[in-house]
Every structure is written in structure tokens, then in C-alpha cells.
């Protein structure tokens, strides 16, 4: 049974970097895309994007400017850095797996990321 | 950009019958947009129900279905329960990547 558990700063100030790391327990981390997904307060759920073991990445286009995704095989974690946040960038951020029938089978407990000034 | 529609809210008494769809504002919805729905209680993380239109993930209860309804994919609760009373969101894949619905609040009541 896999697990997904994340971590990350919860308070930003406008044009900092988000940074959350999740780590994956069970299962296999290189035969599956691993994933950001982001709920703003109220709204419903916003993929980021999804990155394999091999550190190819696949973005949003909304937010592909300022999104990096990264991978450590040798911890089973992989990363998402997120430039120049605003309040717009005010949400619960998820991570997840993403599985062979495109869809997310496991996810992250998430991680409320507040930016203000 | 491809939208993914959803109703924004809908009601179904207690026992009763429910249908949820998830659409597309260019398009139909097939098998091949691979549509999945999650259910997810505030202040939780979202839950896998329902993935490849109509497979359960595991100890999801039998009265959740899924389907292609028209030019749509569908949710369907069959006797509804009060912990049924969620927000649902959709998933498809659409070609350029996959991409969320709005969410539907479902009222229990």
C-alpha cells in the first residue's frame, strides 16, 4: 500500500518560491508519474503537473512559466518549486500518483500554502 | 483551453437516486478521456472512486458507478446515503493533458 506524505513551508510573501517535497512509501516510485494538484480556498482541484523517475516533467500551461518539478530516486521524493507566487497562488497543494489508467490513485494529506504580504 | 463541466450543485434525498455528469465545452466525452471521479470532504484530501470510466478502486461501495451517458461521462449513487454528501470532482484526459472539473457539491437531504 503506498503512501504519500508532503511538507513545505505554509506561509509565503508575494514573489517568494514555493517548495514542497513529497515522499513515497510502498510501492514502486519508477513505474508511475508523480503529481502536484492545487485547490484554492473554495474552488475546486487544478493539476500542476506530473513528473516521472527519469525527471521528465509535464506542466499546466497556466503555470508552466514558473513551475519546476524535480525527482530523488535515491529518497523515493519528488519536489515542486513554484517562482514568483502571488495571492492568486493561495491554496492547498497535493501531491499524488498518477496512475496507468490516467487518473490519481493515491494522495498526499496536503499542505496549505497561504501567500500574503 | 479545454473546460471540463460539472454542475455546481445538486440534491438527492436519502435512499434516492443520483446522477452526476462530467462534460466537455468542446466535444464529447468517450471511453478514451479516461474519466475519472474523486470525492473529497472538507478539510480532506480527495479519494479515488471511480477511474477508466467505470472501474471501482478498492473498497469504494458497489452503489457508486460510472459510465458514458450521451456525449458525457456520469457518476451515479444508487440509494444514497448521508455521508454521501461530498463535493465530486471530475477528471478527463483531453489530449493536450488532463485536466480537473469544477466539482459538484452533492446535498444529502
Known amino acids: 500500500q503506498v503512501q504519500l506524505q508532503q511538507w513545505g513551508a505554509g506561509l509565503l510573501k508575494p514573489s517568494e518560491t514555493l517548495s514542497l517535497t513529497c515522499a513515497v512509501y510502498g510501492g514502486s516510485f519508477s513505474d508511475y508519474y508523480w503529481s502536484w494538484i492545487r485547490q484554492p480556498p473554495g474552488k475546486g482541484l487544478e493539476r500542476i503537473g506530473e513528473i516521472n523517475h527519469y525527471g521528465s516533467a509535464s506542466y499546466n500551461p497556466s503555470l508552466k512559466s514558473r513551475v519546476t518539478m524535480s525527482v530523488d530516486t535515491s529518497k523515493n521524493h519528488f519536489s515542486l518549486n513554484l517562482r514568483s507566487v502571488t495571492a492568486a497562488d493561495t491554496a492547498v497543494y497535493y501531491c499524488?500518483?498518477?496512475?496507468?489508467?490516467?487518473?490519481?490513485?493515491?494522495w498526499g494529506q496536503g499542505t496549505l500554502v497561504t501567500v500574503s504580504s | 483551453q479545454t473546460v471540463v463541466t460539472q454542475e455546481s450543485s445538486f440534491s438527492v434525498s436519502p435512499g434516492g437516486t443520483v446522477t452526476l455528469t462530467c462534460g466537455l465545452s468542446y466535444g464529447s466525452v468517450s471511453t478514451t478521456s479516461y474519466p475519472s471521479w474523486y470525492q473529497q470532504n472538507p478539510g480532506q484530501a480527495p479519494r479515488t472512486l471511480i477511474y477508466?470510466?467505470?472501474k471501482r478502486s478498492s473498497g469504494v461501495p458497489d452503489r457508486f458507478s460510472g459510465s458514458i451517458l450521451g456525449n458525457k461521462a456520469a457518476l451515479t449513487i444508487t440509494g444514497a446515503q448521508a455521508d454521501d454528501e461530498s463535493a465530486y470532482h471530475c477528471?478527463?484526459?483531453?489530449?493536450?493533458?488532463?485536466?480537473f472539473g469544477g466539482g459538484t457539491t452533492l446535498t444529502v437531504l
Open positions: 499524488a500518483r498518477f496512475g496507468y489508467d490516467f487518473s490519481f490513485d493515491s
Open positions: 477508466n470510466t467505470n
Open positions: 477528471l478527463l484526459f483531453v489530449g493536450s493533458g488532463i485536466v
